[in-house]
C-alpha cells in the first residue's frame, strides 16, 4: 500500500532577503489534513517559512510543491483557489464591513463575465457561520475587539474554500480567552471540516495542546519535526531557545507542558518531569 505525497512541502529550500540567507535548504512536508504549528525563537524563519510556502516569496534554490506541481509555475489565482493565508497583523481597508471583507475571499473564483454568483453567497455565509461571526456581518471591521477581527480574517480565509489554510501568528496581541476562541476554531476547521492547517505559533503550551505537528525551527532550520510529545523535550526547549526546562504532562490535554526553570526558581527537590 502506498502513501500518498503531501499536497505541501518545502523541498531543498533555501530562502534570503537581498543577500541575507533566512532559511537554508531546509526540507518539509506538511501532513494533510492535519494541525501543524511551527514554533521557534523571534527571527528564526517562521514567517519568512511561511510566505514561501504560500508563494509569496520565491526560494534563492529548492522549491515549494503545492499538489505535485512547483508553486511559482502556478498563477497567483490558481494558487490561492488551493491555499488560504492569513498574514501577521492584516489591515482591513478602513470603514469595510464583515461581510464585504469576508467577500474578499472570493475573488479568486471570479470571473471577467461572472462576478457574483449564488455560490459566492453561500461560502460567505458558510464562513461567517462557521466561525460564529454571522451576527456581526454589518459592522465594520474597525469598532470589533482583537477576537473578533481574528475571527473575520479566518472566515475571509474560509470564504476562499481552500482546503490548506496558512496562519502565521493568529493569536499575537490577543489575550488568553481570544487566544483560545482563535485555537478552538482552527480545531474545530480541522476535526469537522479536514481542513489542513499550517500555523505560526510563540506559546508552546498552546502549539502542544491544538497541534498534532509540530516544527521546531532556530537559526533558518529545523532542529525536530513530528508528533509534540516527540518534539518538546527538554532537550529541544534547550537547543531551540536556550532555556532549561521541566516538561510534565498538562493535566487538561495531557499534551506536553514547558515549566521553564530560572536560577531564580531552580528544580524543586520533588521531580515532576515526564517519564
Not at 11 to 20: F, I, K, M, N, S
Not at 83 to 110: C, F, K, M, Y
Amino acid at each position: 500500500m502506498t502513501s500518498t505525497p503531501p499536497r505541501l512541502r518545502a523541498d531543498g529550500v533555501t530562502l534570503a532577503y537581498d543577500d541575507h540567507v533566512v532559511v537554508d535548504h531546509l526540507d518539509l512536508a506538511i501532513p494533510d489534513r492535519e494541525v501543524t504549528a511551527i514554533i521557534g525563537p523571534n527571527a528564526c524563519g517562521k514567517s519568512t517559512l511561511l510566505r514561501a510556502l504560500a508563494r509569496l516569496l520565491r526560494p534563492s534554490s529548492g522549491q515549494v510543491v503545492l499538489d505535485g506541481e512547483q508553486i511559482h509555475k502556478l498563477s497567483t489565482k490558481e494558487v490561492a483557489r488551493r491555499l488560504g493565508l492569513l498574514p501577521q497583523s492584516p489591515i482591513a481597508p478602513e470603514g469595510i464591513t464583515v461581510v464585504d471583507l469576508v467577500a474578499r475571499g472570493r475573488t479568486p473564483h471570479q470571473r471577467l463575465f461572472q462576478q457574483w454568483s449564488e455560490s459566492d453567497e453561500a461560502a460567505v455565509r458558510a464562513a461567517l457561520d462557521a466561525t460564529g461571526t454571522a451576527e456581526l456581518a454589518e459592522r465594520s471591521v474597525d469598532e470589533l475587539s482583537g477576537g473578533q477581527r481574528q475571527r473575520v480574517w479566518i472566515a475571509m480565509a474560509l470564504a476562499q474554500e481552500t482546503e490548506l489554510i496558512l496562519l502565521d501568528e493568529p493569536t499575537t496581541f490577543l489575550d488568553i480567552a481570544h487566544q483560545l476562541d482563535v485555537l478552538d476554531l482552527v480545531d474545530q476547521l480541522n476535526r469537522d471540516r479536514g481542513r489542513t492547517v499550517v500555523v505560526v505559533l510563540h506559546d508552546l503550551h498552546l502549539a502542544c495542546r491544538y497541534a498534532t505537528f509540530v516544527v521546531a525551527m532556530r537559526n533558518g532550520s529545523i532542529v525536530a519535526a513530528g508528533r509534540p510529545a516527540d518534539v518538546i523535550t527538554a532537550d529541544t526547549v534547550r537547543a531551540v531557545f536556550g532555556l532549561e526546562s521541566m516538561i510534565i504532562d498538562d493535566p487538561v490535554s495531557g499534551t506536553p507542558l514547558v515549566v521553564p526553570i530560572s536560577s531564580r526558581h531552580p528544580v524543586p527537590v520533588r521531580n515532576f518531569e515526564r517519564s
